[in-house]
């Protein structure tokens, strides 16, 4: 399952989030905002609480809006 | 193979010039396509409180473009804002557009490609980017709850936002190479605030640390003495530039970069116009770029009307 580390107002996290549906695949918000447990998670992957942390794994990540680089995230699934 | 798409109307950018751009064609029924590269909405997306456009006492930035949006998408636009414009040519007829994945061919171009934020012009900018180094204060302030922040620039949005990061820092500088060019009113409430500390006449000459930012290197311009400085991160708010790269080579430019074009937004090439902070003019307001959108937009269906007779 796809995981998008993210906060509500965060402007590039929305453009992720609507990538992803504009291209049919299913994630799951994690907000580290209203989630301690996702902030901790955020943190373990990227060392930082910078967002959009957009995984599949939890090891390999994408930081920030980068279609080339999520395109090749999800085709590795 | 990229697929040829013809449209009436390519609107580059949008923000409040080219969504009001989008959502007057729209209402005039043209068919109609608003491209961005980057964050729908521009640099009002990040923008915490609008307290200058009519008829909202407040109001945030990403409430005030979704709700444009929504208004121009009903009228029939539609907003692209993954499929990336690579090159444009304007001066064929018609005129096209070749993004990522589509070649479109356009009838009219509206560039409302509005101001980048200017980068921190130090060599160690790019290494530090995103790790300490930051130019969204709503995107990536969160990350400093407790922590020791510096913003960089003197001008309304650093010191909006400073204003706004002290809610998360526990200490916050000001840093800026001359004196304050902001707002009276915002300059009061970042001097009220016991976290913070003002540095003007300072300039920012280097960054320091291993993966991410640990401290600055600092001028006093004054004393002429160099310090350094343990942050935790800095934002970067020294102004903006505009948005005209694809642009330049066939679009006269102003000094300052921006596109050159009349009060009825028409550009030299017939057909191109130019809405907002992209075009040069004197008064750049979230008012004028709504103005700017609207008069291109009926001054390019006006073109249309007569292209099409």
Same mark, same amino acid.
């Given at each position: 399952m796809v995981k998008v580390y993210s906060f509500e107002s965060c402007p590039w996290c929305t453009k992720v989030k609507n990538y992803l549906k504009a291209r049919g695949v299913e994630f799951e918000v994690r907000d580290i905002e209203l989630s301690e447990e996702a902030a901790k998670e955020c943190l373990k992957i990227s060392g930082d609480l910078t967002v959009p942390v957009t995984t599949i794994d939890g090891v390999n990540y994408v930081l920030g809006f980068d279609k080339r680089k999520i395109d090749e995230l999800l085709a590795a699934q | 193979m990229k697929e040829h798409v013809h449209k009436d109307v390519v609107i580059i950018g949008a923000g409040m010039a080219g969504l009001t751009a989008a959502l007057y064609c729209g209402r005039m029924n043209l068919d109609t396509l608003v491209l961005e590269?980057?964050?729908?909405?521009?640099?009002?997306?990040?923008?915490?409180?609008?307290?200058? /456009?009519?008829?909202?006492?407040s109001v945030n930035g990403r409430d005030l473009i979704a709700t444009l949006q929504t208004q121009a998408e009903n009228f029939g636009a539609v907003v692209d804002e993954?499929?990336?414009?690579e090159r444009v040519t304007l001066k064929s007829t018609p005129k096209i557009i070749e993004t990522q994945e589509k070649i479109y061919a356009a009838d009219v171009v509206i560039i409302a490609s509005g101001m980048n934020r200017r980068k921190l012009p130090l060599p160690e900018e790019k290494k530090f980017a995103g790790r300490g180094v930051h130019y969204c204060e709503l995107c990536?302030?969160?990350? /400093?709850?407790?922590k020791i922040i510096a913003v960089i620039g003197g001008g309304n949005a650093a010191v909006d936002a400073a204003n706004f990061l002290t809610k998360y820092a526990k200490h916050l500088y000001l840093i800026h190479r001359s004196e304050f060019r902001a707002d009276e009113i915002s300059q009061q409430r970042l001097r009220a605030n016991d976290k913070v500390t003002i540095m003007l006449q300072t300039e920012i000459k280097a960054l320091r640390g291993d993966k991410r930012l640990e401290s600055i290197e600092i001028l006093d311009k004054i004393s002429g003495v160099t310090k350094t400085l343990a942050v935790d991160g800095i934002f970067v708010n020294i102004g903006v530039e505009p948005n005209t790269q694809l642009f330049k080579d066939e679009l006269t430019l102003s000094a300052s970069g921006r596109i050159v074009a009349g009060e009825d937004c028409r550009t030299e090439i017939a057909g191109v116009f130019a809405a907002g902070d992209v075009r040069e003019k004197e008064i750049r307001q979230l008012t004028t770029a709504a103005s700017d959108g609207t008069t291109a937009a009926l001054l390019a269906e006006k073109y249309l009307s007569k292209l099409n007779q």
């Open positions: - | 590269n980057a964050i729908i909405g521009g640099q009002i997306a990040n923008a915490v409180a609008i307290e200058n /456009y009519p008829g909202f006492v993954f499929d990336e414009i990536d302030g969160h990350a /400093y709850d407790g």
